[in-house]
């Protein structure tokens, strides 16, 4: 029994990972069930039986997706130390990282589609992305956690929109004067950056919201 119950989830997590990836690369709208099951591997029944419909899997995938980003930026303030937000941004606007639909960051990916979205997925984008702000304000200098929070939107935001920006136009000058100008923005809206002296404790969650199952 021990042994199915590994097998079921290590099957829930690759389907979670392929319709995650479907997701990034279409969007909500540009992709069927039955296309995201056949990318996962499994049967629409079986797509039905482990997120119930559509848009449960969109609000797995949305949650996984984000849970990337707040296990990756960890990593970042770890390997770079002081100079991680120059790091982060170097990572998020170059050439691999931008042509990279499927596999890309969910916050460009996913956020145009949570737009559109219903108010429980707003909900679920808004907590895990003041998850996120907060990781990134405890890696930035500043006189209080309100104004390094501040920055930390700040940048994210330039991050975000910028990158489905140089995702939108095709010219390589174009797409090259687009990424330098956004990273120098964002690494001006982040301000000073700082070593994160202990990287085991959670960021505080500064804005309680529904729990979500990512």
Request: glycine share 10%; hydrophobic share 45%; aromatic share 6%.
């Amino acid at each position: 029994m021990r042994h199915k119950g590994v097998n079921k989830d290590e099957t829930r997590l690759r389907v979670t990972d392929a319709i995650s990836r479907g997701f990034r690369k279409h969007g909500f709208a540009g992709v069927g069930v039955d296309a995201l099951a056949k990318g996962a591997g499994v049967t629409s029944g079986a797509f039905y039986s482990h997120f119930g419909s559509k848009s449960g899997a969109f609000e797995v995938a949305l949650g996984v997706g984000l849970d990337e980003v707040i296990s990756g930026i960890p990593h970042y303030q770890r390997e770079f130390g002081a100079n991680w937000v120059k790091a982060f941004v170097d990572y998020y606007l170059g050439k691999a990282h931008r042509e990279d639909l499927e596999c890309g960051c969910a916050m460009a990916s996913l956020t145009p589609e949570v737009v559109r979205a219903g108010t429980d997925m707003q909900a679920v984008f808004e907590e895990k992305m003041n998850v996120i702000v907060d990781i990134v304000a405890r890696g930035l200098e500043a006189e209080n956690h309100a104004a390094a929070r501040a920055r930390a939107w700040a940048m994210l935001a330039v991050l975000i929109g910028g990158l489905n920006l140089a995702r939108a136009v095709q010219c390589r000058t174009t797409i090259g004067e687009l990424a330098n100008a956004i990273a120098a923005a964002a690494v001006a809206a982040a301000g000073p950056s700082c070593i994160v002296k202990d990287l085991t404790q959670s960021a505080p969650r500064a804005v309680p919201g529904p729990s979500s199952r990512a």
